[in-house]
C-alpha cells in the first residue's frame, strides 16, 4: 500500500505560480508512473501530467502544456507540479496518482491522494 499526500495549492492570480507536491509513504514509489490529475466542479476528472519511473516518457494535457512542468525525487519519494502561467480555467482540485503501468487514464491508477484545491482568479 503506498499513501500520497498533496500539498502546495491555495489561491493565486492569473499569470502567477504554484508549485505542488505528493509526498508518498508506505512504500517507493520509484517504479511506478506517477501522475496529476484535476476535477473541476461539475466536470470529469482529466489527466494534467504523468511521468514513468525513470523520468520519461512524459504526457501533458495540450492544455496545459508549456505552462506545468512533472517531475519527481525518487530518493525523497515525491512529485511535483510546477504550474506557471495559470489560468482562471486551471481551477480545480488537483490529484495526485501512482500506477504499477504507463498510463493517463485514471482508472489504472491504483493509489490515490485527497487532493489540494488551487484556485485561480482572473
Known amino acids: 500500500q503506498v499513501q500520497l499526500v498533496e500539498s502546495g495549492g491555495g489561491l493565486v492570480q492569473a499569470g502567477g505560480s504554484l508549485r505542488l507536491s505528493c509526498a508518498a509513504s508506505?512504500?517507493?514509489?520509484?517504479?511506478?508512473?506517477m501522475a496529476w490529475f484535476r476535477q473541476a466542479p461539475g466536470a470529469e476528472r482529466e489527466s494534467v501530467a504523468a511521468?514513468?519511473?525513470?523520468?520519461?516518457?512524459?504526457y501533458y494535457a495540450d492544455s496545459v502544456k508549456g505552462r506545468f512542468t512533472i517531475s519527481r525525487d525518487n530518493a525523497k519519494n515525491t512529485v511535483y507540479l510546477q504550474m506557471n502561467s495559470l489560468r482562471p480555467e486551471d481551477t480545480a482540485v488537483y490529484y495526485c496518482?501512482?500506477?504499477?503501468?504507463?498510463?493517463?487514464?485514471?482508472?489504472?491508477?491504483?493509489?490515490w491522494g485527497q487532493g489540494t484545491q488551487v484556485t485561480v482568479s482572473s
Open positions: 508506505g512504500r517507493t514509489i520509484s517504479t511506478d508512473t
Open positions: 496518482a501512482a500506477s504499477r503501468v504507463y498510463s493517463t487514464t485514471p482508472p489504472r491508477y491504483n493509489y
Open positions: 511521468i514513468n519511473w525513470s523520468g520519461g516518457p512524459i
